[in-house]
Structures are given as structure tokens and as C-alpha cells.
């Protein structure tokens, strides 16, 4: 054969080839396109749905600002583009856009506002940083890559465990599938490991300190949300709203008089550690995992070793555990204590746990399925009155929560003020659950009983409480007086309470819903308590 005729019959061979090549190379364009289509689809339906903003509300209640609370749903995103991508069979550039594109979606306008603020940025909040913004950006971006390469490689092995179904025939995973597993997998790993080196310190400080933390040089150092981060800032004041004076802490040389600067807890003041005692009573509830209520009791520095009765701070319905991670309580309360700042108290946590509801609003349950409220009152009090040396009148007991605890706080009170006089609400609201279309799980306690809604509501209270008693009662409300809910819900309330001649105190706070806003007002908000209770003649004895 001439090389004529070899290149004639090559010819035709190379034209079909090419052809062949073009048809594949435009079907994978075409399933790339449907990859990319399917993530930023279930992108959007994550968004549209509610799913995403559940999932941000869910950060915000474990105790994370909303910015923060939006990143880390914007992970989540991420990923959801990503493992779509390789679903649908889309190759590795595809999955690099899903979770770029769940990123910049569900993120990006959060991230222009910090932007915007950390330009405009003075004072106490520092100035704008360009190459901490700079590592913000890099590292948020190639979080949103490597998150969506990981989901993607995930995503495409479950693809391939699935039976597909082509040309007619219906084909299994083949061998050569699970020979690509262990690759596949050991791909992912070295992501996952590459995302730990490179994107995870500076996120962890972002999660940790704030999303805006590194575009800001110069100011007062952010609040952690794990580890220790010193004194809480004062927040900042608000038009309209003011909080109480923090005490000054006195010197540590010795007592000082009492009565002579208006904190007669001063002439009692102890030095040294509290400590943490735990308690069961028998349950009040059927059908949970425990039978036995828990209770944690911070007992105040020199309790061991005194004679002194104390009044009592019950906070509902979290456990110790939360306020730890959350408020570093322990040492924060220890420190108020030594300092001066605030009387020596016994704390008492009773957590809602093992019983038979997600969220229990420690209410009085539907059927009889669960009685907290009135287990509070005729179990948990009396076991601490009788156990303990605690100061045995109303004006000696306060409740305290937040976010639910600070519904609970307020409608406790509302509800035994035989009891108690004082509450402290950290981002409470003031409706039962089902009136404000909270979370299924919030409003399963009262399946649907219009009147137990309305008989757990603070702020519909009328006249079930005597006008004489409610002067003696306060409630110290603490919120970001202008957010959607919780704002508006301090907002409401505070008016109505006054109106009704409640005594109320709002302790405003810029940091929302969020553990920051507790740590940076609990300090305040117990002095509020605090100051009432010497009012009341509670320092001079049982």
C-alpha cells in the first residue's frame, strides 16, 4: 500500500474519530451544565424553602450571632452545591462552582455589610484592616471551593453506588467503581486534609470571634465564643434605651461598711472559688428518657464555711453545661463575687433534659404529659429551701433565661409571684410559641390548646396579678431593642408591663440573640436584681 492510499484510509478513520471525540466532549459540556443547573437549583430551594434560615435560627439559638450564624449556614450551602454537582455526574470544575456558589449566595450579602462597617469603622471598634480583609476574602473563598470539591467527590461516589440505567439496559455498579472508591476516597481525605491546613485557622478565629474579625485592627479585642476572652465590653448605648450603672469591683484588703456606698453585700463579701453540686428530684414528666429531673447548684465563694443565708437565682431551662461553653459561668460568676460587683448568691440550673419535648417552654404541658412550671414551684424550691441556706422569701428569689429560658423566666414569674419578684430575660419573647409561629418542636407542648396559649402568654397578662404586688415585682429585659423578633418582642412587652405598673428595667445590648450579649450584660442585669433585693431588705438576713 502507498503512503497515499494509508493516509486515504486514515482519513475517513481520523473524520470519525474527531467525530466521535465532539459528540462526547458535547455531552459532558451538556451533563456539566446539568450539574451546575442541579446545584445552584438545590441551592435556591435550600434558600427559598426556609431550610436555610431554620438552619441560621438554629446557630443563633446554640449561641451564635446572626452573621456568623449566616456563614455557617452558607457551609452548609456550599456543600449541598457541591454534592449535587457530583450527583448529577458533573466533573470536579462543577463541584468547585457549587460550593462557591452556595457560598457567595447565602453569604455574600452579609459579607459586603461587614465590609461596609469595618470602612467605617472608629473608636473602640477599630479600623479597617486591608490585608486582614484580603485574608478574609482568600480564605472564605477557598473554604466555599474545597467544601464544594469535597461534597462533589462524595457526592459523585454515591452516584456511582446507585444503579443507573442507559441504553436500555439496566447496569449495577461495576468492579472498575469500587476499584475508583479507595481513589476517590483517599482524593477526599487529602482535601479535607488541605481545607484543615489552610482555610479552618482563619475560619475557626472567624467563627470564633466574629466574621469580621480580621477586617478590624486597632479596637477592643471580640468576645470568644470558646476559650477565654477576659472582661466583656460595655455595650454600646442605644437611643432611648439605658442600662443600669455596672458597680465599680472594691478593693480585695477587707470588707467595706455596709450601707455606706448603697451595696450592703459588701459587709459580707467572700474571696475565692464557688463550687457546683448536682441534683435529681423525681421527674415531672412521663414518656422521657430520665425519670429523675437534674439540677446543677453554683454555691458562692465561702458558702462552706458560713453561716450566711443567700438569695437564690433559678435559671430555666438549660443545664449548666450551655452556660459554661456559652458565658463561662463558673469563673464569671466567681469573679462579679469576689469583686464586689455582686452579692454572693446560690445559682440553681435546672436543664429540661430527658423529658418528653424538644423545646418544653417549661410550661404546664397539654395532657398532663409534663408539669414543669408547677414542679418549679412545689418541688424545686422547697428541696432548695430545705437543703440549703438560702434566703426563704419572695424577694429573695429571681428567675433567669435565654431565648426560651427568657420566656420561661417571665412567665414563671407571672405565674407564682407568691414565690418570686424578680426576673431576668436575656432575648426572651413573650407569647406562647403557637401565637408567634415558632418551631413545630416549640409548639408541641401545647398541642394546640388555644387556651393554654393564652394562659402562657406574659404579654397578654391583665389584672391576675394584685396592682400592690406588681409594684414589688421587675422584670430586667435584655435584647438588640431594634431586631425583627426579639427586639420587637422587648419592645412590646416592656410597654405593656409598665403600663400594667410592673417595675421594668431594659439592659439594651448590640450583639442580639447571641452568647456575646449575654456575657457582655450579665453583669448588669444581676446588679439590676441585686440593687432591687437591697431595696427590699433582702442583705439583712434570712
Known amino acids: 500500500m502507498t503512503e497515499a492510499d494509508a493516509g486515504a484510509a486514515r482519513g475517513p478513520a481520523i473524520g470519525a474519530a474527531r467525530w466521535h471525540l465532539a459528540r462526547a466532549l458535547a455531552w459532558r459540556n451538556r451533563l456539566d451544565l446539568f450539574a451546575m443547573a442541579a446545584g445552584v437549583t438545590g441551592i435556591l ?84 484592616d486591608g490585608p486582614g480583609w484580603l485574608i478574609t476574602t482568600v480564605s472564605l473563598l477557598a473554604a466555599g471551593l474545597l467544601v464544594g470539591l469535597t461534597a462533589g467527590i462524595l457526592g459523585g461516589q454515591a452516584r456511582a453506588g446507585l444503579v443507573s440505567v442507559g441504553g436500555g439496559v439496566v447496569r449495577s455498579w461495576r468492579a472498575r467503581d469500587a476499584r475508583a472508591l479507595p481513589r476517590a476516597g483517599l482524593l477526599a481525605v487529602i482535601t479535607m486534609v488541605i481545607a484543615l491546613a489552610v482555610a479552618v485557622p482563619v475560619l475557626g478565629q472567624l467563627v470564633n470571634y466574629g466574621a469580621d474579625s480580621l477586617m478590624l485592627s486597632g479596637g477592643t479585642a471580640g468576645i470568644p465564643m470558646t476559650g477565654e476572652g477576659g472582661n466583656p465590653p460595655i455595650p454600646a448605648p442605644v437611643a432611648g434605651v439605658t442600662a443600669p450603672p455596672a458597680a465599680s469591683a472594691r478593693p480585695s484588703s477587707g470588707p467595706t461598711p455596709a450601707g455606706s456606698i448603697g451595696q450592703p453585700w459588701l459587709a459580707w463579701r467572700p474571696q475565692g472559688a464557688g463550687s457546683v453540686v448536682e441534683r435529681t428530684l423525681p421527674a415531672p414528666w412521663t414518656g422521657g428518657r430520665s425519670t429523675r429531673a437534674q439540677f446543677s447548684i453554683y454555691l458562692p465563694p465561702g458558702y462552706a464555711s458560713s453561716a450566711i443565708h443567700y438569695p437564690v437565682v433559678y435559671e430555666l431551662p438549660w443545664p449548666i453545661a450551655l452556660w459554661d461553653n456559652g458565658a463561662h459561668i463558673r469563673p464569671t460568676l466567681d469573679s462579679l463575687i469576689d469583686s464586689g460587683q455582686l452579692p454572693a448568691s446560690i445559682f440553681v440550673f435546672l436543664s429540661s433534659g430527658g423529658g418528653p419535648f424538644v423545646d418544653n417552654e417549661c410550661i404546664d404541658a397539654a395532657g398532663g404529659v409534663e408539669a414543669f412550671d408547677t414542679f418549679v414551684a412545689t418541688a424545686l424550691v422547697p428541696y432548695m429551701d430545705a437543703s440549703f441556706r438560702t434566703i426563704a422569701r419572695p424577694a429573695g428569689r429571681t428567675l433567669m433565661g435565654d431565648s426560651q429560658g427568657g420566656f420561661c423566666a417571665a412567665n414563671v414569674l407571672l405565674h407564682h409571684p407568691d414565690l418570686f419578684r424578680q426576673e431576668i430575660s436575656f432575648s426572651g419573647y413573650y407569647a406562647a410559641a403557637p401565637l408567634l409561629g415558632m418551631s413545630p418542636s416549640a409548639q408541641a407542648p401545647y398541642a394546640g390548646n388555644k387556651a393554654l396559649e393564652l394562659a402562657n402568654s406574659p404579654v397578654l397578662i391583665d389584672g391576675r396579678v394584685a396592682p400592690a404586688l406588681r409594684r414589688q415585682m421587675l422584670f430586667a429585659l435584655v435584647a438588640y431593642p431594634s431586631a425583627a423578633f426579639y427586639g420587637s418582642q422587648y419592645q412590646q412587652f416592656s410597654r405593656q408591663a409598665r403600663g400594667l405598673g410592673y417595675r421594668v428595667e431594659l439592659i439594651p445590648t448590640p450583639y442580639g440573640h447571641s452568647w456575646l450579649g449575654v456575657r457582655a450584660t450579665l453583669g448588669p442585669a444581676l446588679l439590676t436584681v441585686a440593687n432591687r433585693e437591697a431595696a427590699e431588705g433582702v442583705f439583712q438576713g434570712p
Do not use: K
Open 45 to 128: 430551594a435550600f434558600h427559598y424553602s426556609g431550610a436555610a434560615s431554620g438552619s441560621r435560627d438554629a446557630f443563633v439559638f446554640m449561641g451564635f450571632d446572626t452573621d456568623r450564624a449566616y456563614l455557617l449556614t452558607a457551609g452548609m450551602g456550599a456543600a449541598l452545591g457541591g454534592a449535587l454537582a457530583g450527583l448529577v455526574g458533573g466533573r470536579w470544575l462543577t463541584w468547585l462552582s457549587g460550593g462557591l456558589a452556595g457560598l457567595v449566595a447565602l453569604f455574600g450579602h452579609t459579607f459586603l455589610e461587614e465590609t461596609n462597617r469595618a470602612l467605617g469603622g472608629a473608636g473602640g471598634v477599630g479600623r479597617f
